[in-house]
């Protein structure tokens, strides 16, 4: 009998791995048919305010732009999580002065919840209600939700595609991607340049427990605010806390690391620091030893 419980969860692992590789294998299947893809708008566009109102509003010409569309399955309001589209958008125009549009394009299966949704969240951009999906029909967008997202690029062709709200990995991508090159379309320079006073910690000795917490200070010597993106810990002992708040000119951030040893001996532990700075990522090394 022992053998035989082995023998089936031995089975149950390869279909395990089995299903993962193919989850993977579909996952890049649409990541690839979507690369370098056109989207096609649909003729005379109606943009609204919260749903309701009627704009006067075209498709701006830009180097970039973000594309949201959002179909009517499931739950609206949870899968939208506009609150962080909210801070999203910010960044966004922080980092490129306003010039990349966020475009939301709704299909949905009650107007009055989006229009509820979008005062609710304070998202008072130009929206699109598209009754009739006619985007989904000329476009056929992944029934996935979390591929129904797209940074475009001046021709309206797929650079990337995942929703960055929902994924750190892909918010890094859209940011990095948007804040390329010298200038953007208005004219401003998308990067700038940072001191930072100190990239070395030595901890010294410390007690296995007891957390230790060090702060980190850049400070912006350039010309435009600095924006920290995300940042990645080379292990999960380590927590990290920043302001998301754009960096002006000539002003300075500070960057909390709190390092938890959960093992003895010599550790050497990095955090990055991901923004639209010449040099990004600012890699910050902690290091010492825990008895």
Same mark, same amino acid.
């Given at each position: 009998?022992?053998?035989?419980?082995?023998?089936?969860?031995? @089975? !149950?692992?390869?279909? !395990?791995?089995?299903c993962r590789? =193919?989850?993977?294998?579909?996952?890049?299947?649409?990541?690839?048919?979507?690369?370098?893809?056109?989207?096609?708008?649909?003729?005379?566009?109606?943009?609204?305010?919260?749903?309701?109102?009627?704009?006067? %509003?075209?498709?701006?010409?830009?180097?970039?732009?973000?594309?949201? %569309?959002?179909?009517?399955?499931?739950? #609206?309001?949870?899968?939208?999580?506009?609150?962080?589209?909210?801070?999203?958008?910010?960044? *966004?125009?922080?980092?490129?002065?306003?010039?990349?549009?966020?475009?939301?394009?709704?299909?949905?299966?009650?107007?009055?919840?989006?229009?509820?949704l979008l005062?609710?969240? @304070?998202?008072?951009?130009?929206?699109?209600?598209?009754?009739?999906?006619? #985007?989904?029909?000329? =476009?056929?967008?992944?029934?996935?939700?979390?591929?129904?997202? !797209?940074?475009?690029?001046?021709?309206?062709? *797929?650079? /990337?595609?995942?929703?960055?709200?929902? =994924?750190?990995?892909?918010?890094?991508? %859209?940011?990095?991607?948007?804040?390329?090159?010298?200038?953007n379309t208005?004219?401003?320079?998308?990067?700038?340049?940072?001191?930072?006073?100190?990239?070395?910690?030595?901890?010294? #000795?410390?007690?296995?427990?007891?957390?230790?917490?060090?702060?980190?200070?850049?400070?912006?010597?350039?010309?435009?605010?600095?924006?920290? !993106?995300?940042?990645?810990?080379?292990?999960?002992?380590?927590?990290?806390?920043?302001?998301?708040?754009?960096?002006?000119?000539?002003?300075?951030?500070?960057?909390?690391? #709190? %390092?938890?040893?959960?093992?003895?001996? /010599?550790? =050497?532990?990095?955090?990055?620091?991901?923004?639209?700075?010449?040099?990004?990522?600012?890699?910050?090394?902690?290091?010492? /030893?825990?008895?």
């Amino acid at each position: 009998m022992r053998n035989i419980f082995i023998i089936v969860s031995i @089975g !149950f692992g390869f279909l !395990f791995l089995s299903c993962r590789d =193919n989850q993977k294998t579909k996952i890049a299947g649409i990541v690839a048919g979507w690369q370098e893809r056109e989207i096609i708008f649909p003729e005379d566009i109606v943009f609204t305010r919260y749903g309701k109102d009627t704009l006067s %509003y075209q498709i701006p010409v830009s180097d970039y732009k973000i594309l949201m %569309y959002v179909d009517s399955t499931g739950c #609206t309001g949870c899968k939208l999580q506009l609150h962080k589209w909210r801070e999203f958008i910010k960044e *966004v125009d922080t980092l490129t002065g306003g010039s990349v549009p966020v475009l939301f394009i709704f299909h949905p299966r009650d107007r009055k919840e989006i229009s509820y949704l979008l005062r609710r969240d @304070g998202i008072d951009i130009p929206v699109y209600i598209d009754i009739d999906d006619r #985007t989904d029909k000329i =476009n056929h967008f992944p029934s996935r939700q979390e591929f129904q997202c !797209f940074l475009l690029d001046k021709d309206n062709k *797929v650079i /990337y595609i995942g929703n960055p709200v929902n =994924n750190v990995r892909i918010k890094r991508m %859209y940011l990095s991607q948007i804040s390329r090159g010298e200038y953007n379309t208005a004219g401003t320079a998308k990067k700038t340049r940072i001191e930072v006073g100190q990239t070395e910690f030595d901890l010294g #000795t410390l007690q296995q427990g007891n957390p230790v917490t060090i702060t980190a200070t850049i400070h912006n010597t350039g010309d435009v605010p600095f924006l920290i !993106f995300d940042t990645k810990a080379s292990c999960g002992c380590t927590d990290v806390l920043y302001s998301k708040k754009p960096v002006l000119p000539d002003a300075s951030t500070k960057i909390e690391i #709190t %390092y938890n040893a959960n093992d003895t001996g /010599y550790f =050497n532990k990095t955090v990055s620091v991901y923004g639209n700075a010449e040099g990004s990522p600012v890699v910050l090394r902690l290091k010492g /030893y825990v008895k």
